[in-house]
């Protein structure tokens, strides 16, 4: 890791309660420019609640989230999250606005125009037809939303770019080609990643650093080479093990 | 038919003042409505409490409301001075603003709570400001249930509309109230027919927006629009077209005596020159605060209504003493103008068939202490509640068996048909010589006298002219000319119009104006 460069995130014993019931509980960890970072955990681990804590969909209870060295808490809220891009588990579309007008969004806030150039290439590089660009979202597949998504959350060209269970509600086809599509911008356009996910395969096919979450802890921090050769510990692995499991009985039956 | 069309084609200003009273409430509404709904979107206890008090307003019955702010806004004057008006446009469209809040507040609130949540994250998401979410995704997503919700409080507020003839609001509840008066009903369905026409045209137009909005096509948005803004621009243009300020309004309570009298008046101030308009099917006590605190010019009331409404009091002077009282009571109290005397009196009574009163053995009001007691007594929707009749119920000591409300020209229908035995008549009802009624002897004196009087308000008392004017009005209808003069609104055959008859009345009484 390149200590020298400004980490891109950083959170500082971050935590988060709801009532009595900690979902994050203290996550000190930096974030390296240029990272795919995977967020793996079971539901209710916590892993959903750190990432929106980065563009404060959640407000913590306690401890900082540095953006590019910055305090998040102290930026301009909107100003903040124009800058981060971001894709949601629901996808999320604006369903009176058209394609064209749902990736346009972002720079219209602030006042701009995109221009149709441009979201002609917004749509390619998520792999869309740039004809689609005047339909209305209900008339496309839950893929092509999503795809629309990605490319709504890349309009602004942000460095940092968060994504929460993206691929969660898509066929296993379109989720795969998805995922290497996205793996692809990622490093063409340079961004840093923070993708949230409950299937480890995802993880460790997709990114270069998996931080496995438990009762809002960070319990194994990884790089994907080293959880296959079983390290991380016990909850990692026995997140790994079912993809592994998968794996060699695939073989089995191919032999 | 032909009558009905002919009064359609006449009902153009009550259409217009509908038209304006009806859009200038929902419009309120619609106003208070939007920033409670979205202050609600932001609070459940908001949202509960809003909702919660829209509804309890839905639970208050449309007359009642409307009845209500006449108090409100007479209380309010202590804070806004006495320019407040408190009867007329002001009461009946804060009244049915009130009235269309429900069902706007409701779909608007429903609507946005019912928004994807997913969408809404999105828009926090990519960085919208409040104001940005609120214009650009949740106005465009919930604006056709909003609509929908406007279209309902527009339907309703058009037929509650027709309510406020009753606080001095013209309306097409003016041709109903009138005709319910005197079984005239082709002024009653003129009147159901352009307000239920009105409203089936509202909800038309209002549902080419709501169509407009969901399919997100702006022309027929546009177009929905433009025709309902042509409809109000139409209806004020036929308000105020030639309409003079300082015009003299006369009040008429809901009978039939009411409206030929002012007529009457209203022929005579014509002829002198004045601008005249009318304020039908007032309620007794408002018509009597409308005349004293000037929301109207001219109004015919009765000695021992005021004696006994108005001033509380118990004891029956004779007539000239109760009349010197009741002048000095209205001059000292509000300045009111009491010009005098019609000449007839239209005092309650209790009125049966002569043959059944006859049969019965029944003469005087104590007879009916005995033999009253299997009876049933109809009243006017008044009448159970006014002193007069407690005095006489406690002077007599009566008991019936069952007392039924009914509109005043349903009263003697009753007695006809047998669901009453004996009514609360009006001595100058000129039915009761037509149906051969008795008024029963009151020896104790328990009803007070009821001479007709003129009120003028304080204002229009000291315009000598109008006074003059009016004089020869003053001791020039008896009792004979005025039950003429009710009967021929009244019955059945050959009804004739408030007019002709006012026209009827002043030639009988020798006082007709070239």
């Not at chain 1, 981060?84 to 006042?111: C, D, K, T, W």
């Not at chain 2, 007392?403 to 007695?415: C, E, G, I, Q, S």
């Amino acid at each position: 890791m390149n200590h020298a460069q400004q980490a891109p995130l950083e959170f500082r014993d971050l935590r988060k309660r709801y009532g009595a019931t900690p979902a994050v509980a203290g996550i000190s960890l930096a974030i390296a420019p240029g990272a795919f970072v995977a967020l793996v955990g079971a539901s209710g681990s916590g892993k959903s609640t750190l990432l929106k804590t980065v563009n404060r969909l959640v407000e913590p209870s306690g401890g900082t989230v540095l953006f590019e060295g910055a305090d998040v808490a102290g930026l301009p809220l909107a100003a903040l999250r124009r800058r981060i891009g971001y894709v949601f588990q629901s996808v999320g579309l604006f369903p009176h606005m058209s394609v064209a007008e749902n990736i346009a969004i972002g720079p219209r806030l602030v006042g701009e125009r995109l221009p149709v150039s441009r979201i002609a290439e917004l749509l390619e590089l998520v792999d869309l037809d740039p004809a689609m660009a005047p339909r209305m979202p209900d008339e496309l597949s839950g893929g092509q939303r999503q795809r629309v998504g990605v490319a709504r959350a890349l309009a602004s060209e942000p460095q940092l770019l968060l994504m929460d269970e993206p691929f969660g509600a898509l066929d296993p086809v379109t989720r795969d080609a998805l995922g290497q599509r996205v793996r692809k911008l990622h490093a063409e356009l340079g961004l840093t990643t923070v993708m949230v996910t409950h299937d480890m395969a995802e993880a460790l096919l997709l990114a270069d650093r998996i931080l496995v979450m438990d009762g809002g802890r960070i319990v194994a921090d990884e790089t994907p080479h080293a959880l296959l050769d079983g390290a991380g510990g016990e909850i990692a692995q026995a997140l790994v093990s079912v993809p592994r499991g998968q794996a060699d009985r695939l073989a089995e039956l191919a032999r | 038919m032909n009558g009905i069309w002919a009064t359609l084609l006449g009902l153009g200003d009550k259409l217009a003042a509908h038209v304006l009273l009806s859009s200038a409430a929902i419009a309120l509404g619609i106003a208070l409505a939007l920033p409670l709904a979205i202050w609600a979107s932001r609070s459940e206890t908001v949202a509960r409490a809003t909702l919660g008090f829209a509804s309890l307003v839905q639970t208050i019955p449309a007359l009642a409301l409307l009845a209500l702010f006449f108090p409100i806004l007479l209380s309010l004057r202590a804070v806004f001075g006495e320019g407040l008006p408190t009867l007329g446009f002001l009461p009946a469209l804060l009244a049915l603003a009130l009235y269309a809040l429900l069902p706007i507040l409701r779909n608007a609130v429903t609507a946005q709570a019912n928004l994807d949540p997913g969408v809404i994250e999105a828009a926090d998401g990519v960085g919208m400001s409040f104001w940005q979410r609120l214009r650009l995704v949740e106005a465009p997503l919930v604006a056709p249930y909003i609509m929908a919700g406007i279209r309902t409080a527009a339907v309703w507020t058009i037929g509650a509309a027709t309510l406020s003839t009753t606080i001095g609001q013209p309306s097409l509840g003016d041709p109903i109230f009138a005709g319910l008066q005197t079984q005239n009903w082709v002024l009653v369905l003129a009147g159901c027919i352009a307000s239920a026409g009105l409203a089936l045209v509202a909800d038309a137009l209002l549902g080419t927006i709501e169509r407009g909005l969901k399919t997100r096509r702006r022309l027929l948005t546009a177009g929905g629009l433009g025709a309902v803004a042509l409809g109000i621009l139409a209806a004020l243009a036929v308000q105020f077209a030639g309409r003079s300020e300082d015009r003299i309004v006369i009040g008429a309570k809901g009978f039939s005596e009411q409206y030929i009298l002012a007529r009457l008046i209203g022929q005579r101030l014509e002829t002198a020159g004045y601008a005249v308009g009318y304020r039908d099917g007032l309620g007794s006590a408002v018509a009597h605060r409308a005349v004293s605190t000037g929301a109207i010019d001219i109004l015919v009331d009765y000695t021992g209504t005021i004696w006994t409404n108005q001033m509380e009091r118990s004891d029956n002077p004779p007539r000239d003493a109760m009349l010197a009282e009741i002048i000095d009571w209205e001059s000292r109290t509000s300045g009111t103008h009491v010009l005098g005397r019609l000449g007839f009196e239209n005092a309650y009574g209790l009125a049966m068939p002569r043959a059944a009163a006859a049969s019965a053995g029944i003469s005087g009001i104590g007879d009916l202490a005995t033999k009253g007691q299997g009876m049933t007594i109809g009243g006017d929707p008044e009448f159970f509640e006014r002193p007069e009749w407690i005095a006489v119920r406690d002077t007599y000591g009566l008991r019936f068996a069952a007392r039924r409300n009914f509109a005043p020209t349903f009263m003697y229908n009753a007695l006809q048909s047998g669901e009453a035995d004996v009514i609360g008549a009006y001595t100058s009802d000129g039915r009761i010589a037509a149906d051969d009624l008795v008024i029963l002897d009151d020896p104790q004196g328990a009803f007070p006298n009821y001479d007709a009087i003129v009120l003028l308000a304080p204002e229009t008392g000291k315009d000598e002219r109008l006074r003059e004017a009016l004089r020869p009005l003053v001791g020039a209808i008896d009792v004979a000319a005025m039950r003429e003069a009710n009967l021929s609104v009244d019955r059945e055959e050959e009804k004739v119009s408030f007019e002709e008859a006012a026209r009827r009345l002043a030639q009988r009484a020798g006082i007709e104006t070239p």
